[in-house]
């Protein structure tokens, strides 16, 4: 089987391997306060643009948004969101265990707007029983977002606006960052996300790590006895330095984000085939992540080779799924899929491709 599921399916880089081959039998200090964090930490400073931002390591993206999230809010407080959004469908109600509720907006192809903050503050601040209510004090946001979309610099901006007038926390979860950074479109930069974010992260478990985010804290507020909650929640390693020697191998030489471009020009190749196939998408996007719509036939006959991820059905016939490239796709993969495409919609034995895409994926 060839697995177009996840962009996490395989170990890690093996430049991030050897080099955790090269440290394994140094001595350091445990809990992330060794010489290897430290260096990850200087090279992740200075690809921000700014040495006064905290740099902790974590073992998991679940770990960090919860942690993220329970350091900025007090017991009363929630987290602004799509209704879309990883914290909201995808992590078993963690950040709700930390106490917080997640609020969700509608989302258009995954992403939210500086209106609809302003809207929900504004609903929540005026409706007469306002401590009543979870308090709005965190707007969380992915980028790309669960449907490969990206938020642009000036939608960015404008959130970020919208935060600092209303007194808001502005949180991007970058587990996918590097896909998103080099994606074709993509106008925002690791300075432009530390001058307009309080937090966010860079994800490594998708992207060429074999486990670990690197969380970004511009905000001194969310920073203070931040490694306490990471203790508490389990974000902590004892082996601290295995986060740290791998940020520090994906940092070295851009490795990063030469291996999330390389993903995200396999993943190209494959849409621009697929629209050449005038097959449709759930949603348009230039990441690394495709949502294209084709009907039941054809995508059983594909699951006899390939895994992928079922997304929505359509309609009776059809079916949204994601196709996934990663760091480690092997682009004879990508010519293999698009060869077995080619030739089941140009065998005449399924139904047309005639569906309506619905709106508001």
């Known amino acids: 089987m060839i697995y177009f599921n996840n962009d996490y399916s395989e170990g890690c880089h093996p430049k991030v391997l050897a080099r955790l081959i090269e440290t394994n039998l140094t001595q350091t200090l445990g809990y992330g306060e060794d010489e290897y964090c430290a260096a990850a930490a200087a090279k992740i400073r200075d690809k921000c643009g700014r040495q006064d931002i905290a740099v902790h390591f974590l073992v998991g993206g679940t770990q960090a948004n919860l942690t993220v999230i329970d350091a900025a809010l007090r017991p009363h407080q929630g987290a602004l969101g799509a209704d879309t959004a990883h914290i909201n469908v995808h992590e078993t109600g963690a950040v709700e265990a930390t106490g917080h509720k997640v609020l969700g907006l509608p989302h258009q192809d995954g ?16 409706n007469g029983a306002t401590e009543h209510t979870v308090q709005p004090k965190l707007v969380y946001i992915s980028n790309p977002t669960e449907l490969g979309t990206l938020y642009t610099l000036s ?157 929505e059905r359509v309609d009776e016939g059809h079916r949204a799924v994601r196709f996934c490239t990663s760091w480690a796709t092997k682009e004879e993969n990508i010519d293999a899929l698009c060869a077995d495409l080619t030739a089941l919609l140009h065998s005449g034995a399924f139904v047309q491709l005639d569906v309506t895409v619905p709106k508001n994926s």
């Open 155 to 311: 939608e960015l901006e404008a959130l970020s606006e919208v935060c600092r007038e209303l007194g808001l926390y502005l949180f991007v979860d970058g587990a996918r960052l590097g896909y998103g950074l080099e994606a074709k479109g993509n106008d925002v930069t690791l300075p432009d996300l530390a001058r307009l974010c309080d937090v966010f992260y860079i994800g490594g478990t998708k992207v060429g790590a074999l486990f670990g985010e690197a969380v970004v804290i511009m905000n001194p507020a969310i920073n203070e006895d931040f490694r306490y909650l990471i203790k508490q929640h389990g974000g902590m390693l004892a082996k601290g330095r295995l986060l740290g020697v791998q940020f520090d191998a994906l940092m070295e030489d851009d490795l990063y984000f030469k291996i999330a471009a390389q993903a995200d020009r396999l993943a190209d190749k494959l849409r621009d085939h697929m629209k050449e196939l005038s097959i449709p998408f759930l949603v348009e996007s230039t990441t690394n992540q495709l949502f294209p719509i084709l009907p039941d036939e054809i995508l059983n006959k594909l699951s006899e080779k390939y895994v992928f991820s079922e997304q």
């Open 111 to 126: 992403k939210i707007t500086a209106a609809q903050v302003a809207e929900a503050v504004h609903a929540h601040r005026t």
